[in-house]
C-alpha cells in the first residue's frame, strides 16, 4: 500500500484478555517503530526494528508487551492479560535505512480496556 | 533522567498573530532534531528536521525552528499563524541512534 496500515482501527476489550495488533510498514521501509500515545503523556516509545538486527525494546512498559516482526515486514504488537491503564492509542511508523528520524506514521489503533 | 520537554501544553492563538513552541532536550553529544505535526483527524507527519549546519532550518507551511546548542533548545515558530495550523506539535531528538524521542506535544488553537 502506499502508507502505513494499522489494524484493527479500534479495539474495545474486557481486563485480562489478550489483544493484537498489527502493522504493514511501506514496502521497503527497513525500520519499524512502535509507540504509544494517551492523553498528556506524548508519544511513548515501545520498540524498534531495524533489518536484521535484535530489536530495540528498551520502551515496553511491562512483560504484557511483546512485538515481532516477521519477515522483515509486518509487525505484530501483542498485550497480554490487558489493564485499563493498557487504554491508549498504539502508533506504528516505519522508515528507509538511512533517514535518521524520518518516520512514516500510520493512522494507529485505539485500545479501550474496559 | 534523558528526556525531551515542550513546555507548553497548550497555546491559544488569534489568526495573524506570531508563535513560539518551546522545545528543550537533555541528551548530549550529537543529536538529530525533529518537529512533527499532527492535524485533527489526521496521522503524524514531519514538519521539519536538522542535522547539521544552518542552525535555522525551514520547514514546510512557513514553519521555522532555531537550533541553539548552549540552551539544547530547538524551539519552533511562525510568524503569523493560520486557522489551518491548528493541531498537535511535537518535538522530536534522536541522540546517537536511530531510535526518536518524543516530547508530550504542545496542542495550538489558533481562532480566526
Known amino acids: 500500500g502506499a502508507g502505513v496500515s494499522q489494524s484493527p482501527s479500534n479495539k474495545v476489550t474486557e481486563k485480562g484478555k489478550d489483544v493484537e495488533l498489527r502493522c504493514d510498514p511501506i514496502s521497503g521501509h527497513t525500520a519499524l517503530y512502535w509507540y504509544r500515545q494517551s492523553l498528556g503523556q506524548g508519544l511513548e516509545f515501545l520498540i524498534y526494528?531495524?533489518?536484521?538486527?535484535?530489536?530495540?525494546k528498551s520502551g515496553l512498559p511491562s512483560d504484557r508487551f511483546s512485538a515481532e516482526r516477521t519477515g522483515g515486514s509486518v509487525s505484530t504488537l501483542t498485550i497480554q492479560r490487558t489493564q485499563q491503564e493498557d487504554s491508549a492509542v498504539y502508533l506504528c511508523a516505519s522508515s528507509l535505512e538511512g533517514t535518521i528520524g524520518e518516520l512514516f506514521f500510520g493512522e494507529g489503533s485505539r485500545l479501550t480496556v474496559l | 533522567a534523558q528526556s525531551v520537554s515542550q513546555h507548553n501544553h497548550h497555546v491559544i492563538l488569534s489568526e495573524a498573530a506570531s508563535l513560539e513552541l518551546g522545545c528543550n532536550y537533555s541528551?548530549?553529544?550529537?543529536?538529530?532534531l525533529f518537529w512533527y505535526v499532527q492535524y485533527p483527524g489526521q496521522h503524524l507527519q514531519l514538519l521539519l528536521k536538522?542535522?547539521?549546519?544552518?542552525?535555522l532550518v525551514k520547514g514546510i507551511k512557513g514553519f521555522e525552528a532555531e537550533f541553539i546548542k548552549s540552551k539544547f533548545s530547538f524551539n519552533l515558530r511562525k510568524p503569523s499563524v493560520q486557522w489551518s495550523d491548528t493541531a498537535e506539535y511535537f518535538c522530536?531528538?534522536?541522540?546517537?541512534?536511530?531510535?526518536?524521542?518524543f516530547g508530550t506535544g504542545t496542542r495550538l488553537q489558533v481562532f480566526p
Open positions: 541528551y548530549g553529544g550529537t543529536v538529530n
Open positions: 522530536a531528538v534522536t541522540p546517537n541512534t536511530d531510535k526518536l524521542i
Open positions: 536538522y542535522f547539521s549546519g544552518d542552525p
Open positions: 526494528f531495524q533489518g536484521n538486527s535484535a530489536p530495540d
